[in-house]
């Protein structure tokens, strides 16, 4: 008998208590022994000796007693996540506006710096914001840079977040490809012990994955703005968007009327959905009449100047010819979801970016294409669309803590005896 192996057993299953005793915790909520006992059948004792190696490393505090009485009519007392133990911030680069964010350890939103972003923003220009966004936040909240746990940049385009270099932005392309953010970041913020670089994408991604039911999941994520972005998540494990399943579909042509031989990443459906010189064009068409009546619905869309926004909102009002063109972007649409149906069998395709408040007549419209098609009659159960209502600015806040929380408690060393 190998003693060696049987002797490691009891601190594995000790490490893996705690494990699941501080996941548990990390929802920043206070909880009781006996709660916390009940939903992870630990016994109670056990539980409380976990509780006291956290507190002996200031990961978890008391917060005096509960409000509701235990067995024997005594009020529990109630521990939560130190809120305080290490902080967290993030910044975002979008297309109107550049964010930075401090939080605590349990999410809280205590800080946050936006500038409105340029286009004449050089690179420089950008790590200067940055470095003065965090040290702004950290100097008014008398926060010292030792105390910051990560700070995580996101920005659209194509980022390799191995490496936090960005190969290629979307929103300020002028950059040039292959840009060393992080190595750039590093130099100047050298206090700070972890600095990630993602891309947009990848912080809607992880919103998604802070609901329970959702991590379980098989699920794609996507992002409509000017083009769209995907992410396919896998019972919480993450598809890179330049996989190559995932790049086949993205860089699908199925619209060929307005297709003139360039790269298929031009005009592939699955980046520009639906491109905004198509809708334009079809827009063109209708009377001065029928547009003068959806540009009404314009003044109250979220970008003053986008067609596309209006044409939704239009629709869902009942303007017969709005209606019209959103039946024409669900059934090109409705083309991508066979494909992913088939490709991915997900169990939710979670919408953010542009129809996330316009949706109605788009999600009848894509129900409708399925009851038609033989195949997926009863998609409706097996492949559910979910719309994302948040703002993607608080979209990309809880994604960017959901991800630095989720590092930060992966840390061996906070499981293991000093």
């Known amino acids: 008998m190998n003693t060696t192996n049987v002797k490691a057993m009891p601190r594995d299953l000790n490490i893996e208590n705690r494990k699941l005793i501080l996941d548990f915790m990390k929802d920043g909520q206070p909880h009781s022994v006996a709660e916390i006992s009940a939903a992870l059948k630990i016994s109670r004792q056990t539980v409380k000796k976990k509780l006291d190696f956290f507190s002996s490393k200031q990961l978890v505090i008391s917060r005096g007693k509960g409000s509701s009485t235990d067995f024997g009519g005594k009020r529990p007392e109630i521990f939560a996540m130190n809120p305080n133990i290490y902080f967290l911030c993030s910044f975002q680069i979008y ?34 914001i940055i470095v003065t966004g965090i040290r702004t936040l950290m100097s008014r909240n008398s926060i010292p840079p030792e105390s910051i746990h990560e700070f995580l940049v996101g920005n659209n385009g194509l980022v390799d977040s191995k490496e ?40 809607v991604s992880a919103h998604v994955l802070a609901n329970p039911q959702m991590a379980s999941s098989r699920i794609i994520v996507l992002y409509w703005g000017s083009g769209i972005s995907m992410r396919m998540i896998d019972r919480g494990h993450f598809s890179y968007t330049d996989s190559p399943i995932c790049g086949e579909i993205e860089n699908m042509v199925i619209d060929f009327s307005n297709y003139k031989g360039q790269h298929r990443e031009e005009k592939a459906c699955f980046r520009h959905i639906i491109s905004e010189e198509k809708i334009g064009e079809l827009f063109s068409r209708l009377s001065p009449e ?91 159960q097996q492949m559910k669309l979910v719309f994302q209502l948040e703002d993607l600015f608080e979209i990309c806040l809880a994604g960017s803590h959901y991800l630095m929380q989720k590092q930060f408690l992966e840390h061996s060393s906070l499981y293991e005896d000093s």
């Open 164 to 203: 936090g270099i960005i190969r290629k932005t979307t929103t300020t392309p002028h950059w040039g490809e292959d840009i060393p953010l992080k190595k750039m970041l590093e130099s100047r913020l050298d206090n700070i012990p972890l600095i990630r670089v993602v891309n947009l994408i990848a912080l």
């Open 290 to 380: 029928q547009q003068s009546a959806i540009l009404g619905f314009r003044d109250s869309s979220e970008i003053k100047h986008d067609l596309r926004l209006a044409v939704f909102q239009a629709a869902d009002n009942g303007n017969p010819e709005a209606k019209k063109l959103v039946e024409y972007m669900a059934d090109v649409f409705f083309a991508v979801l066979m494909n992913m149906a088939v490709c991915f069998d997900p169990q939710y395709v979670v919408f953010n970016g542009l129809p996330r408040q316009y949706h109605k007549c788009f999600e009848e419209r894509i129900y409708l294409n399925f009851q038609d098609f033989l195949y997926f009659r009863d998609v409706k």
């Open 95 to 128: 297309n109107l506006v550049i964010c930075t964010a401090l939080f605590n350890f349990s999410g809280t939103l205590m800080d946050q710096c936006v500038i409105p972003h340029e286009e004449t923003y050089s690179l420089e220009d950008y790590v200067n």
